[in-house]
């Protein structure tokens, strides 16, 4: 019999719960990046190769997400299929979501604020995405920050991803990071990665070159009591990235287009992610997919560390 206390809402697969059981190496996937970050069927493929990626890796998949108003912990495929076919009309969760999702025994998509919650909630420690949410561009006039970042400062799960999305305010988010004790941390690179391209010219606070050190920093830092996430941004490999100066332009185009249609809230980054994709010909979902598989291998090898400490 569990002694979880969140067994009433959770539905964890057997697969996972057989892992988290022994002690062994699992890796969260958020489902959001399914239903709203790409069209399908390439978001379903992707999440296949996402999770092919993790076991790769030595780890166990475990993609979340809301269904029937269950905390799902581990997706078969057939439910993976149905959120990708199903695509935005499946309601996009973060942390204030949860409880009406549920409630009302709705299917949600979880963020990576949703996915870090019901992770912690399984006992998984090690989450990899494609890229955080964070301040947004303009936030003098519309307050608007990503759920994502309050999650960090307190929920214990590492999250590896390539940085925080290069269509936000990435100096304005990192300073919040910094405010609310997050440790923002390269892997294997000086410079903070910007999703699309290696190199924002932004310092992190640390950088680690294995995934032994970042599992060892993770550990003590939880083993201290110190509570709340890190952030392991990892560069999109070389081979896959775009060109610095053509992506910002396009950036800046979607940005502008974005602002005339009066997109706000949460319909801001999926408007985003499509406006990019369509005015660089797909080019910018392919760096997207290859970013995502990367990051899932990356944090296979830190789960698989973590669980061996």
Not at 31 to 41: K, L, Q
Not at 204 to 212: E, G, I, K, L, N
């Given at each position: 019999m569990s002694n979880n206390p969140f067994d009433e809402f959770l539905e964890i697969a057997p697969e996972v719960a057989s892992a988290l059981i022994a002690g062994g190496p699992v890796v969260?996937?958020?489902?959001?990046?399914?239903?709203?970050?790409?069209?399908?069927?390439r978001n379903v493929e992707t999440a296949a190769l996402v999770e092919e990626a993790v076991r790769d890796g030595g780890a166990v998949p475990a993609t979340i997400a809301v269904l029937n108003g269950r905390l799902k912990v581990g997706l078969s495929d057939d439910e993976i299929e149905v959120i990708g076919k199903r695509g935005t009309d499946v309601?996009?969760?973060?942390?204030?979501?949860?409880?009406?999702?549920?409630?009302?025994?709705?299917?949600?998509?979880?963020?990576?604020?949703?996915?870090?919650?019901?992770?912690?909630?399984?006992?998984?420690?090690?989450?990899?995405?494609?890229?955080?949410?964070?301040?947004?561009?303009?936030?003098?006039?519309?307050?608007?920050?990503?759920?994502?970042?309050?999650?960090?400062?307190?929920?214990?799960?590492?999250?590896?991803?390539?940085?925080?999305?290069?269509?936000?305010?990435?100096?304005?988010?990192?300073?919040?990071?910094?405010?609310?004790?997050?440790?923002?941390?390269?892997?294997?690179?000086?410079?903070?990665?910007?999703?699309?391209?290696?190199?924002?010219?932004?310092?992190?606070?640390?950088?680690?070159?294995?995934?032994?050190?970042?599992?060892?920093?993770?550990?003590?830092?939880?083993?201290?009591?110190?509570d709340g996430g890190l952030v392991f941004a990892v560069p999109i490999p070389d081979e896959f990235a775009l060109d610095k100066t053509e992506i910002d332009a396009v950036i800046n185009d979607a940005d502008a287009e974005m602002r005339r249609q009066g997109i706000t809230g949460k319909d801001t980054t999926p408007f985003m992610l499509a406006s990019i994709a369509e005015r660089t010909g797909g080019r910018s979902l392919d760096a997207n997919i290859q970013l995502v598989i990367n990051n899932a291998g990356i944090a296979a090898a830190m789960a698989v560390a973590l669980a061996n400490l």
């Open positions: 969260a996937l958020e489902s959001t990046i399914i239903s709203h970050g790409m069209p399908y069927p309601i996009k969760c973060s942390r204030r979501d949860l409880p009406f999702v549920v409630a009302g025994k709705m299917d949600g998509a979880t963020t990576v604020a949703a996915t870090m919650i019901i992770a912690a909630m399984a006992g998984i420690r090690v989450f990899a995405t494609g890229g955080i949410g964070g301040v947004h561009r303009g936030v003098e006039q519309t307050m608007d920050i990503s759920a994502d970042l309050e999650e960090l400062a307190r929920t214990n799960v590492a999250v590896v991803c390539a940085g925080i999305k290069s269509v936000l305010d990435i100096g304005r988010s990192l300073e919040y990071l910094e405010t609310q004790g997050v440790p923002v941390v390269t892997y294997g690179a000086d410079y903070l990665p910007a999703f699309y391209v290696p190199d924002s010219g932004f310092t992190a606070d640390y950088r680690v070159d294995s995934p032994a050190e970042a599992a060892r920093a993770m550990k003590i830092k939880w083993d201290m009591g110190l």
